[in-house]
């Protein structure tokens, strides 16, 4: 048995699972508490999704160091042709990427917005993140931005 209760924020939700062990002893009973969730929350970050700067990925800290209204997690779209956002992870977000790589705050070529991961140095993480969201836009983001 299988059961999930909750109610609306800022209430508490809990799951209860009921397993039978099938050796006729006492089923086992196990309960998760994990906090309060806002309402339609889609990566449980703890923010609504009309607060939410990246919808699929939690961020709770909703950190988007260059203001375009994508979290840091979900946007690797660094720079655009003369700085504007072009709203695509493409070669120009590479570039700065690179030009960034194992950079950390005091460096000279530091560039808090090719940190995707945000652990304050630009390096193979942000790569593998970029890499992942290559050719696509940024977000989604349940936030005004730069994008719509």
């Known amino acids: 048995m299988f059961s999930k209760a909750h109610t609306a924020w800022p209430h508490t939700y809990s799951q209860h699972i009921r397993k039978s ?5 006492p089923d086992l009973f196990y ?4 906090g309060a969730l806002a309402e339609d929350d889609d990566d449980m970050d703890g923010l609504g999704n009309s607060e939410d700067n990246c919808l699929l990925v939690p961020n709770p800290g909703q950190l988007d160091t260059n203001g375009d209204g994508f979290g840091n997690v979900c946007d690797a779209d660094i720079t655009g042709p003369g700085g504007v956002e072009d709203c695509a992870v ?3 977000d590479f570039t700065a990427l690179t030009n960034a790589f194992f950079s950390t705050p005091p460096s000279p070529t530091w560039n808090p917005n090719a940190d995707i991961n945000n652990d304050q140095i ?9 890499i992942s969201l290559f050719f696509a836009p ?7 931005n730069a994008c719509d």
């Not at 062990?21 to 002893?25: F, K, R």
């Not at 940024?138 to 005004?144: A, D, H, I, Y």
């Open 138 to 144: 940024p977000g989604p983001s349940g936030l005004p």
């Open 122 to 130: 630009v390096n193979f993480a942000d790569l593998a993140a970029m």
């Open 90 to 92: 493409n070669f120009l």
């Open 31 to 34: 309960q998760f508490e994990s």
């Open 21 to 25: 062990n099938n050796t006729g002893g």
